[in-house]
């Protein structure tokens, strides 16, 4: 580092110190005005001051003040918090941004190459601290996303008795390989676990079957029929029914049904339940002796 | 959406937001629900295609006009490996994939004009149409 430059980083340094009043006030404002209304003043008030206290602390430090671990720790926290808190990228970033506009307003350029050159190491390093706010904000909202994710796969996917011997799969939304994959599992699992011989895969909230659905599905009936149990294909609405026959998708000898009641009539019927209407309109149930 | 959109197609999330797109623009278009469902179909169909045999790829969303008739286009390119036998690849059941071989062939049904262009290494271009009847 050159001469001018050193004094010129000495000199931010100095001012940071000794201007910290109207800099940090000036600071509190500007990230105060770029997140109005999300947080309280009292909060920022307490995260910006042990910002700026760990920055004044990391120039003593031996090492660059931009990796202070102290620092870069506080900064993590800041923009973990904000982008759990739903604050938009800007607002985030404005708040290490900030800080370079309030200590330009208070440097009293005097056009010298030493106040020139303070300014630009200072502006690198907020710069840098600016960045890594910004990663640790996108890590934080991927990790959100990926944890949706995941919930999502959880939640929508719970395979449900229907009858003695019956179970169903209410089916929502998008079907890919990986959800495929936990719906198989879960079917297959409970199947042998309530000793099950019929399944119902009911489709009606499954906005499109493509190929890849269809493949899934038909993956799946095979599946269930190695161990024993037959499979009935429910919800096929008419434009469903229109564009897997367009799209020349045979479905075999699997059983499939317009409605989920459909499905279960045909399943009591094979398993040998047969409803009857009473007088008085009473369903009574009785299962035929073979 | 008078103006065409340009998608992205680089993984599994994008083909969803390409059906959800495509289903918009659909209704918008008035095509009636089992033509919305065939174009959506063949949007997911031709847009894992792009993704699965070229890595990716983008699709142009857009509305076409022929006299009074409205219609949806969607152009899907990727500079992937291209096509060599593109009369085999358009044969049903036919599949280097391991899927069901009918994604290419299926939307070509499903759609009211289908134009497949592609060389060894020349990557693939597919435009379809449906019209609003």
Same mark, same amino acid.
């Given at each position: 580092?050159? *001469? =001018?430059?050193?004094?010129?980083?000495?000199?931010?340094?100095?001012?940071?110190?000794?201007?910290? +009043?109207?800099?940090?006030?000036?600071?509190?404002?500007i990230a105060?005005?770029?997140? =109005?209304?999300?947080?309280?003043?009292?909060?920022?008030?307490?995260?910006?001051?042990?910002?700026?206290?760990?920055?004044?602390?990391?120039f003593?430090?031996?090492?660059?003040?931009g990796?202070s671990?102290?620092?870069?720790g506080?900064? !993590?926290?800041? =923009?973990?918090?904000?982008?759990?808190?739903?604050?938009?990228?800007?607002?985030?970033?404005?708040?290490?941004?900030g800080?370079?506009e309030?200590?330009?307003?208070?440097?009293?350029?005097?056009?010298s190459?030493?106040?020139?050159?303070?300014?630009?190491?200072?502006?690198?390093? *907020? +710069?840098d601290?600016?960045?890594?706010t910004?990663?640790?904000?996108?890590?934080?909202?991927?990790?959100?996303?990926?944890?949706?994710a995941?919930?999502?796969l959880?939640?929508?996917?719970?395979v449900?008795?229907?009858?003695?011997?019956?179970?169903?799969v209410?089916?929502?939304?998008?079907?890919?390989?990986?959800?495929?994959?936990?719906?198989?599992?879960?079917?297959?699992?409970?199947?042998?676990?309530?000793?099950?011989?019929?399944?119902?895969? +009911?489709?009606?909230?499954?906005?499109?079957?493509?190929?890849?659905?269809?493949?899934?599905?038909?993956?799946t009936?095979? !599946?269930?029929?190695?161990?024993?149990?037959?499979?009935v294909?429910?919800?096929?609405?008419?434009?469903?029914?229109?564009?897997?026959?367009?799209?020349?998708?045979?479905?075999?000898?699997? *059983?499939?049904?317009?409605?989920?009641?459909?499905a279960?009539?045909?399943?009591?019927?094979? =398993?040998?339940?047969?409803?009857?209407?009473?007088?008085?309109?009473?369903? !009574?149930?009785?299962?035929?002796?073979? | 959406m008078?103006?065409?959109?340009?998608m992205? &197609?680089?993984?599994? /999330?994008?083909?969803?937001?390409?059906?959800?797109?495509?289903?918009?623009?659909?209704?918008?278009?008035g095509? %009636?629900l089992?033509?919305?469902?065939?174009?959506?179909?063949?949007? %997911?169909?031709?847009?894992?295609?792009?993704?699965?045999?070229? $890595?990716?790829g983008?699709?142009r &969303?857009?509305v076409?006009?022929?006299?009074?008739?409205?219609?949806l286009?969607?152009?899907? /390119?990727?500079?992937?490996p291209? &096509?060599?036998?593109?009369?085999?690849?358009?044969?049903d059941?036919?599949?280097? $994939?391991?899927?069901?071989?009918? $994604?290419? %062939?299926? /939307?070509?049904?499903l759609?009211?004009?289908f134009?497949?262009? %592609?060389?060894? $290494?020349?990557?693939?271009?597919?435009t379809?149409?449906?019209?609003?009847?």
């Amino acid at each position: 580092m050159s *001469v =001018s430059a050193d004094a010129g980083r000495h000199r931010i340094e100095t001012l940071l110190a000794t201007n910290e +009043d109207q800099i940090f006030r000036r600071w509190l404002e500007i990230a105060g005005a770029s997140s =109005s209304g999300h947080v309280d003043r009292g909060n920022l008030n307490g995260q910006l001051r042990e910002l700026y206290n760990a920055l004044v602390r990391s120039f003593g430090d031996s090492g660059r003040p931009g990796e202070s671990s102290e620092l870069r720790g506080l900064l !993590a926290e800041l =923009s973990r918090n904000r982008a759990r808190q739903g604050f938009t990228p800007t607002e985030t970033a404005t708040v290490v941004f900030g800080l370079k506009e309030a200590v330009y307003e208070s440097t009293g350029d005097d056009g010298s190459s030493e106040a020139l050159q303070g300014f630009l190491w200072f502006s690198r390093l *907020v +710069d840098d601290l600016g960045l890594f706010t910004m990663e640790t904000y996108s890590a934080t909202r991927e990790k959100i996303i990926l944890d949706q994710a995941e919930q999502l796969l959880e939640l929508s996917t719970p395979v449900v008795k229907l009858w003695e011997g019956i179970v169903a799969v209410p089916l929502v939304g998008t079907l890919d390989s990986a959800r495929t994959q936990v719906v198989m599992e879960k079917l297959l699992q409970t199947l042998v676990d309530t000793g099950s011989e019929h399944a119902v895969i +009911d489709i009606t909230g499954v906005p499109a079957v493509d190929t890849q659905v269809a493949q899934h599905l038909l993956k799946t009936v095979v !599946a269930a029929r190695l161990m024993g149990a037959e499979c009935v294909i429910s919800g096929i609405r008419p434009q469903i029914a229109h564009t897997i026959v367009t799209l020349g998708i045979e479905f075999g000898d699997i *059983v499939t049904k317009a409605t989920l009641a459909d499905a279960l009539a045909h399943a009591l019927r094979e =398993s040998g339940v047969e409803i009857v209407r009473n007088r008085g309109s009473r369903v !009574a149930l009785r299962t035929v002796e073979e | 959406m008078t103006t065409p959109a340009e998608m992205p &197609i680089h993984g599994n /999330s994008d083909i969803v937001l390409i059906r959800q797109r495509v289903r918009t623009a659909a209704v918008e278009v008035g095509l %009636s629900l089992v033509d919305q469902t065939k174009v959506v179909t063949a949007a %997911s169909e031709l847009a894992r295609n792009a993704l699965v045999y070229a $890595g990716g790829g983008q699709v142009r &969303i857009e509305v076409v006009h022929n006299g009074v008739r409205r219609g949806l286009r969607l152009a899907f /390119s990727d500079d992937g490996p291209g &096509i060599p036998d593109l009369d085999q690849a358009l044969t049903d059941g036919w599949t280097t $994939g391991g899927g069901l071989g009918l $994604g290419l %062939s299926g /939307s070509r049904r499903l759609m009211d004009e289908f134009e497949l262009k %592609s060389a060894p $290494g020349e990557g693939t271009l597919v435009t379809v149409t449906k019209w609003a009847r």
